[in-house]
């Protein structure tokens, strides 16, 4: 089955400074790649998602990169700002068959003032 | 309604008891999911429906947990026999379904298991 590996499991950034976070799959069938936001005590809320079919996809201050030949994806936060700390997931799905939703462990960014 | 509402939002039980979590997804969403948060730690997948097809059972940890849905809409999760380990926020979420897209997750129920 899927495995996702996500890294960092914690990240202290400047405000205004970019941060990355990195994601690894195991499954060559997984073609759906969202990130899910979930700030302290509430639900996680899908931020962003690529699929297998683009390189990169961008939205405001944040983007996605996917690799596909090397299985990993990443997410980048430019400019970031305090209300940017939270607890980030990564997921990797198929796009057909069984949708499940395999989750990184979480990385927890922290945006200093 | 307008989310996915889950309850109890918080439950606290004695080691062996059995407890059920229920889970009512957004109204036309025909998939559901289960997943589990423990302390400070990431989503674990533990079953998956979608319409009337079986279940994806995958993810369950062991034979106490269980889940059904009724009538393609309300789930509810079973744990039997809880044990501290079982001590976890339990996080519902469904989707459209058919294909991939955004997870609508409920607010969770915590579980704490003396």
């Known amino acids: 089955g899927e495995n996702v590996e996500q890294h960092p499991s914690t990240l202290s950034v400047q405000e205004g400074d970019s941060a990355v976070i990195k994601c690894t799959y195991s499954d060559s069938a997984s073609n759906y790649f969202p990130w899910y936001k979930q700030e302290l005590g509430k639900r996680p809320q899908l931020i962003i998602d690529?699929?297998?079919?683009?390189g990169e996809k961008k939205d405001q201050r944040i983007a996605v990169t996917l690799n596909k030949t090397a299985k990993h994806f990443s997410l980048h936060i430019t400019e970031t700002q305090p209300e940017d700390s939270a607890v980030y997931f990564c997921?990797?799905?198929?796009?057909?068959?069984?949708?499940?939703?395999?989750f990184g462990t979480g990385t927890r960014l922290k945006v200093l003032a | 309604g307008a989310g996915v509402s889950q309850s109890p939002s918080n439950k606290v039980t004695e080691k062996g008891k059995d407890v059920e979590l229920r889970c009512d997804p957004i109204?036309?969403?025909?998939?559901l999911y289960w997943y589990r948060q423990s302390l400070g730690q990431g989503l674990e997948f533990l079953i998956y429906?979608?319409?009337?097809?079986?279940?994806?059972k995958s993810g369950l940890p062991s034979d106490r947990f269980s889940a059904e849905r009724t009538g393609g809409s309300v789930s509810t999760l079973t744990i039997q026999r809880t044990q501290q380990e079982d001590s976890a926020v339990y996080l519902c979420?469904?989707?459209?379904?058919?294909?991939?897209?955004?997870?609508?997750f409920g607010e969770g129920s915590r579980l704490t298991v003396l």
């Open positions: 997921a990797a799905s198929p796009t057909s068959g069984t949708y499940k939703y395999i």
């Open positions: 429906f979608q319409g009337n097809s079986a279940p994806d």
């Open positions: 979420a469904s989707s459209r379904g058919q294909s991939t897209g955004e997870l609508f």
């Open positions: 109204s036309g969403h025909t998939a």
């Open positions: 690529i699929r297998s079919n683009v």
